[in-house]
C-alpha cells in the first residue's frame, strides 16, 4: 500500500532513553478509478492550480476544486472512494521517498567531502578542487570525476519503523530521520 504524506518536522519520545522520530502527516486522498492488480488513480489536494484538464478530471470523478492532482498508487480499496488508511496501524516498516533539502551549486568540500588544502601560512589552495586529470595519457578528465555542481534536490528512499499511528488526525510517527525539509511532499510504501 502507497501512501502520500508531508513532513510535519521531528521530535523526540518521552520515554527513556528518548528516541528521535518524525512526524508525517498522510494526505487525504480520493481513489478515482481502480485500475487492477492493486493499483488506483487518486486524487489529492496540492496548492491551487487548475486548468481545463484538471477540470475535466475534476467533473469526470466528481471531485471538489480542492482535488486538483493526480497519482498512480498501490491502494488497499476495491472501489472509488476516501483512501483506507487501516493498512498504516497494523503496519512495522515502510518506505519513504522525498525530495533531499537542495543545497544550490556547490564546492567540493561540501559535496564531496573532500579535505581541501592548508589554511594558513600563505597557501591559495584553501577550498579549491584541485588536481582533475592524470598525466599527457589519458589527456582527459575520466567520467564521473567528482567536481563541484548542484547538490541536494533528489529523490532518496529510506526504510524507517513506525512507532505509532494516529489514525483520527492522520499522523504517523516513524523512528528517525527522513530527507526534506519541513512541509516536504512525499509517498510512503509500506513494506511489512
Partial sequence: MEFLVEKIGMSRTISVPSTPVTLLKVKDAKVCEVLGNGKALVAYAQGKDANKAIEGQQKKYNLSKEFNRFATLEVANGEAGDQDVAPLAQAVRVKVSLQT????????????????????????????????????????????????????????????????????????????????????????????
Fill in 101 to 192: 533539502k537542495g543545497r544550490g551549486f556547490t564546492g567540493v568540500m561540501k559535496r564531496w567531502n573532500f579535505a581541501g588544502g592548508p589554511a594558513a601560512h600563505g597557501h591559495r589552495f584553501k577550498r579549491r578542487t584541485g588536481s582533475i586529470g592524470n598525466r599527457e595519457w589519458p589527456g582527459r578528465v575520466q567520467p564521473g570525476k567528482k567536481m563541484a555542481g548542484q547538490y541536494g534536490n533528489e529523490k532518496v528512499t529510506v526504510q524507517n519503523e513506525i512507532v505509532s499511528f494516529d489514525a483520527e488526525n492522520k499522523i504517523l510517527v516513524l523512528k528517525g530521520s527522513i530527507p526534506g525539509f519541513n512541509g516536504a511532499f512525499g509517498r510512503i510504501k509500506v513494506v511489512k
